[in-house]
């Protein structure tokens, strides 16, 4: 069993940054691939970016390359994502998910643990 929680999210306003954090527990962390997704009020949740196990291939969906890094830190068991240049479409829930995969995915139901989410709220 893997178990998340984010932190990080807030008000910023457009063009800002903010960095979100994922602290993860369970043996299964060492060996997972991870992602980050957000989910707007009436939309569906979508891909925003994923990591492999050991950090050395990443994926980022169109609407965020560029602007975003997601990383993580094994060590501490934690996953980042350095968000830059926020937009107000940018603003929704964010969640940290974990597979039990070595492997990059990019839809949601290719993972397993999910985060409770942090709200990002990108003014204009």
């Known amino acids: 069993q893997v178990q998340l929680v984010e932190s990080g999210g807030g008000l910023v306003q457009a063009g800002g940054s903010l960095r979100l954090s994922c602290a993860a527990s369970g043996r299964t962390f060492s060996s997972a691939a991870m992602g980050w997704f957000r989910q707007a009020p009436g939309k569906e949740r979508e891909f925003v970016a994923s990591?492999?196990?050991?950090?050395?291939?990443?994926y980022y969906a169109d609407s965020v390359k560029g602007r975003f890094t997601i990383s993580r830190d094994n060590t501490k068991n934690t996953l980042y994502l350095q968000m830059n240049s926020l937009k107000p479409e940018d603003t929704a829930v964010y969640y940290c998910?974990?597979?039990?995969?070595?492997?990059?995915?990019?839809?949601?139901?290719?993972?397993?643990?999910w985060g409770q989410g942090t709200q990002v709220t990108v003014s204009s």
């Open positions: 998910a974990a597979r039990a995969s070595h492997l990059i995915a990019t839809i949601q139901d290719d993972y397993d643990y």
């Open positions: 990591i492999n196990w050991s950090g050395d291939n990443t």
